[in-house]
């Protein structure tokens, strides 16, 4: 070990850089050796660690500079190795009852969604032996992308052949914000930085919304300007300034959040590597201001009067997150209100669709040499030997190894349900999440999937607009808030020659509970048969038929080439969600819960998701994809992949 410490400056700051450097010293050689008597395979070899900080001062008009660098060089005895070695074949040579051929990986991923692969595809990278496992025959999850031709038939992707004219149906998010720059605090756009992998994005910056302030519609392109003009239109006196002084509150503590990338959080001592002494002053800034970052966003303490305001805040904190605006990071509220500022701010959709999005990190993983990606297989149980996670049973039967973890990108019902070895430390979160309280779950969707012909919609339409009903129901009231998308107006591939396809939705405000009464169809032919089944679903339905009316009025029933109606029972079927949540509801601030970690109390096993970390949405489930995967990589591993990362 060495250490160098340079100083320019007078004695007190040479004092004050000795003291860091010693304590930074301690910290990660701590963390070292803690990591080696815990058997920790990762020091097999020769690991090399530099760190450089450079403090800057400026005093009487003079700038002085502090610069330490830390050289560490570890390699653990051959015992050490031996015995690493061995307990891992045992673990891949263990015994079981099933003759089929095992298959062996360094991580198997269930499931893929968005974190699912996110994760996957930077273990890949970083020299992983990964497989990912999806029961779907399409890829993505919630993200999924599914063909329908003109005549109505589904065609999965496998099949697909260049003379098929097809609708392309996203089933999941539609809006998609800083992702094309270069450079962003986007957590996805730096899964994709670091997997060398990404979609065409396509650009565009026209919006458009019906409010109950504005039953006939508005179509302006987004920025903090245009936004003005919404406020002095239909805000009250206070409107504009309050938003003024709320953006100068805000926006300070904006910078600050996104000077740190979520994306190279992990929940151990190399934190400070990958965070602290990476972004050190970006770091210490938000340090100092972490309380106030991690509160719920309180409308009142920010003084925001004007009520057109108020209800605008909780609807954009909803699309965001699901939640209203009091039960939102402080952390969410500002990156939002900072995206209004951005230079040349403009919205961003993948090419080809949401599958744009799946298929570039799909890549990401089996671009690599002995990784894969299998549909069609359902995982049936998570295998635990010596309390440790070591593979997987799929339905048929079939075991696959997997030597350093395993990764459920599924529901936190269905994580804690593939489990079915008795673990203590997992029945008891079990039981905190689940079984002696529900925790709160986000609400399901209601969809409708249209492929209709081009001249049903007028061609001066943006690609997506927004409806309101009434401010003073509920943000989340069953039908309250619809989303339209006509992706085909930015990417005409979605749909055949002379069509356009639809996706519109009630934003995560559907609930379980009506449904319940309908769980008992099993099969199409029953469902369809079902004339009380057919007719709520037609009822729940209306409300988005009417939201898409507000732009394109001859968008009707009985005008469509294609229609396809999705519930609650839908997403719990073809998605595997319990009771078809969408990720965990817990309000910023709860005393009685927190969002579960990447970790989970049985060794080997790990999670990634909407029910982990920060919660729901495209960006947060990235985040936690990427977190996973730094649970399982060493520091320096982690480091060489976040070098890709620009801000």
């Known amino acids: 070990v060495v250490i160098v410490v340079t100083v320019t400056g007078d004695d007190d700051l040479s004092q004050n850089a000795i003291t860091t450097d010693i304590f930074v010293f301690v910290v990660v050689f701590v963390f070292v050796v803690v990591d080696i008597f815990n058997n920790s395979p990762s020091f097999y070899n020769y690991y090399y660690y530099s760190y450089l900080i450079i403090y800057q001062y400026e005093i009487d008009n003079n700038y002085y500079y502090i610069s330490t660098t830390h050289f560490f060089l570890f390699k653990p005895n051959g015992r050490q190795i031996k015995d690493n070695r061995q307990r891992f074949s045992a673990l891949s040579s263990s015994s079981s009852n099933n003759n089929n051929e095992d298959d062996e990986y360094d991580v198997v991923v269930i499931g893929s969604g968005l974190g699912g692969l996110s994760c996957g595809s930077m273990l890949a990278t970083a020299g992983k032996k990964v497989l990912v496992l999806e029961s779907h025959y399409e890829l993505g999850g919630c993200a999924h992308e599914y063909m329908v031709d003109l005549k109505g038939r589904t065609i999965p992707s496998s099949s697909l052949t260049e003379k098929d004219d097809v609708f392309r149906f996203e089933v999941g998010p539609s809006l998609y914000s800083g992702l094309s720059p270069d450079n962003s605090p986007n957590p996805l756009k730096h ?42 239109r239909y805000g009250g006196p206070t409107a504009r300034q309050d938003w003024e002084d709320l953006a100068s509150d805000l926006r300070p503590l904006a910078k600050k959040i996104m000077g740190l990338p979520s994306s190279v959080v992990r929940n151990d001592i190399g934190l400070v590597a990958t965070l602290a002494l990476r972004y050190p002053i970006p770091f210490l800034r938000v340090i100092g201001d972490v309380k106030r970052i991690t509160a719920p966003f309180d409308l009142d303490e920010y003084k925001i009067q004007d009520k057109f305001l108020r209800n605008y805040l909780d609807l954009i904190a909803f699309l965001l997150q699901g939640l209203p605006a009091n039960q939102t990071l402080t952390a969410v509220m500002a990156y939002m209100v900072e995206d209004f500022y951005r230079e040349g701010a ?28 299998r549909k069609n297989s359902l995982v049936d149980e998570v295998i635990v030997e010596n309390d440790r996670a070591v593979g997987i049973r799929l339905s048929n039967n079939k075991i696959i190894r997997a030597r350093e973890g395993v990764v459920s990108n599924t529901d936190l019902k269905q994580t804690y349900d593939l489990v079915k070895t008795k673990h203590d430390g997992l029945e008891q979160e079990k039981k905190l999440y689940i079984s002696d309280k529900q925790v709160p779950l986000c609400k399901s969707f209601m969809h409708l999937h249209l492929g209709v012909k081009a001249e049903l919609i007028p061609e001066d339409a943006p690609a997506q607009w927004t409806v309101v009903q009434d401010w003073d129901k509920a943000i989340d009231a069953p039908g309250n808030v619809v989303v339209v998308s006509v992706p085909s107006k930015l990417d005409p591939s979605l749909a055949p020659k002379g069509y356009h396809v639809i996706h519109a939705y009630g934003a995560g405000n559907e609930p379980y509970e009506p449904w319940e009464r309908f769980e008992h169809l099993k099969t199409t032919k029953e469902r369809a048969e079902n004339e009380e089944y057919q007719q709520f679903k037609s009822q729940r339905s209306q409300p988005i038929w009417d939201a898409i009316a507000r732009r394109a009025p001859l968008v009707k029933t009985g005008s469509v080439e294609v229609e396809q109606v999705g519930t609650p029972l839908t997403h719990s079927r073809f998605l595997r969600r319990h009771r078809g949540n969408y990720g965990l509801a817990i309000p910023a601030g709860s005393e009685e819960y927190t969002f579960p970690s990447v970790e989970t109390p049985l060794k080997g096993y790990y999670r990634c998701g909407d029910s982990t970390t920060s919660g729901i949405g495209v960006p947060a489930v990235a ?18 992949l976040n070098s890709k990362i620009r801000m």
């Open 623 to 640: 985040s936690s994809g990427a977190q996973c995967a730094n649970a399982l990589l060493t520091v320096w591993e982690q480091l060489k």
């Open 191 to 232: 899964v994709f930085q670091m997997i060398e992998e990404e979609p065409e994005w396509i650009t565009y910056d026209k919006w458009g919304a019906y409010l109950p302030e504005a039953p006939e519609g508005y179509e302006l392109s987004i920025g903090a300007e245009n936004f003005l003009k919404i406020l002095d």
């Open 346 to 373: 403009v919205m961003d959709f993948p090419k080809g669709g949401s599958k744009g999005i799946i298929d570039a990190l799909a890549r990401g993983v089996t671009k690599h040499d002995g990784c894969h990606i």
